[in-house]
């Protein structure tokens, strides 16, 4: 009786080990062999894209370009960003992604009849 109490207390010992590397997201898939013994498999962790963070992004990209707009006013807005196009690289690519789009205008629409 001893000897089969120590090897369970052995399973359970090994069992806890597994579920401390795995975590707790790592034990997702249960699995019945044909024996009936019930096995727990961990997973591995998938990395998604992250949307959540791209959106933000772009709704701070489009919101500080919407912003601009609003306080500098369109045609001085258009004048500078227009000015950028014949400098350096670097500025050509800033007068590219700073050109006014419908979001932004929208968004200083928006912006103006708040403030």
Do not use: C
């Amino acid at each position: 009786m001893s000897e089969s109490y120590a090897e369970f207390h052995d399973r359970l010992a090994k069992i806890y080990r597994k579920q401390a590397k795995t975590g707790r997201k790592g034990r997702e898939s249960v699995v019945v062999t044909r024996n009936g013994y019930v096995v727990v498999k961990g997973k591995a962790n998938r990395r998604s894209f992250p949307w959540m963070g791209v959106t933000m992004i772009a709704v701070a990209f489009f919101g500080v370009k919407g912003l601009l707009i609003a306080q500098f006013g369109p045609d001085f807005y258009a004048q500078e960003v227009s000015r950028m196009a014949d400098a350096s690289t670097v500025e050509q690519v800033a007068s590219f992604t700073m050109r006014p789009d419908p979001v932004s205008r929208w968004v200083a629409l928006q912006l103006k009849t708040i403030f």
